[in-house]
């Protein structure tokens, strides 16, 4: 973990800090260490509409998907015998269509002659139309039980990476049950800080956050009211993380509040035996004094050191 830097001091100097000048403690900025693990904006789970068994596995771990492909197939045998059943329904209704309709036809013929009368007439026409509607309703029926075996086409809820496929081919499912889960919609960083600086946090505050590639900063886009396990859950926007693992741990430094630090140039810090000293401009003359630094930081284009102790406010330290 790195110290610290502490980036604001009020010098009495000139830019160049020849001389001396005079040291005041101003407020600087507290940072803390936490980690914090890259995860998917959007999770979903790509969820079987029908129970049955997975012929086909299109996907793994890893693979990027976008929304609505086909992902896997889920197939239910006894939805073709029911659609067989509904075939043979049809073909039987079909029959019976046609013969209703041959009745209707002859009593038509015969009601001129006298021989059926109005009302056998109106029988046959009924006949007729509940024939028809028996097969729109029978092939209203075929078309449910086809978009049954449809929907058992498992598709990508979202554009976005595999990140778990908890079902294998030939393994049997449920409807309802998660064939698999894809997250998308970008990355960002979760954190969980300590109750503790759960004041010092403010959203939209800079962060500094450490990768393989580098530092690089980010922005504090979210803080959750609810304390969980003691800990505060905040998420960060960052661009550029590596994105080849999901969950991964991420050394990320944020803002929690502020202290009063004093920065000295690094030039009028010498070390000797593995101590750090500095010269103090006193009445009796220049004087050299063990101190103990903390971390550095370039500010205004000279690198600065912070004491943390040895030094008190007022004092001229000596510039080489």
Do not use: C
Not at 156 to 183: F, I, Y
């Amino acid at each position: 973990m790195r110290a610290p830097l502490a980036l604001v001091a009020v010098l009495a100097a000139t830019p160049a800090f020849a001389g001396t000048f005079e040291v005041q403690p101003v407020s600087t900025t507290e940072w803390k260490a936490v980690y914090g693990r890259i995860e998917a904006r959007d999770l979903a789970a790509a969820r079987a509409r029908i129970g049955g068994t997975v012929v086909e596995m299109l996907v793994t771990e890893g693979d990027p998907v976008i929304q609505g492909q086909k992902i896997a197939v889920i197939r239910d045998d006894k939805l073709a015998f029911q659609v067989a059943a509904v075939d043979a329904q049809l073909a039987a209704l079909t029959a019976q269509l046609e013969r209703a309709q041959a009745e209707l036809t002859r009593g038509q013929a015969l009601i001129d002659k006298g021989v059926v009368t109005a009302q056998r007439l109106d029988q046959l026409r009924t006949d007729v139309d509940v024939a028809r509607n028996q097969i729109t309703a029978a092939e209203a029926q075929k078309s449910v039980i086809v978009q049954q075996e449809a929907e058992g086409t498992v598709l990508a809820p979202l554009d976005g990476r595999v990140l778990t496929t908890p079902v294998t081919r030939n393994g049997v499912v449920m409807a309802g049950e998660a064939v698999a889960t894809v997250g998308g919609g970008g990355f960002y960083l979760r954190l969980a800080v300590p109750e503790r600086h759960a004041a010092g946090l403010e959203q939209g505050a800079e962060i500094r956050v450490t990768t393989e590639k580098g530092e690089m900063s980010g922005r504090l886009a979210k803080i959750y009211p609810q304390i969980e396990n003691g800990r505060v859950v905040a998420d960060v926007d960052a661009t550029g993380l590596d994105t080849a693992f999901v969950d991964a741990r991420v050394l990320v430094e944020l803002p929690v509040g502020k202290r009063a630090v004093l920065l000295v140039p690094a030039s009028a810090v010498s070390n000797r035996f593995g101590i750090d000293f500095i010269r103090v401009d006193t009445s009796q003359g220049p004087v050299e004094r063990a101190v103990v630094t903390g971390g550095q930081v370039e500010r205004n284009g000279v690198a600065m050191v912070e004491v943390v102790t040895g030094l008190t406010a007022g004092e001229q330290v000596v510039v080489p």
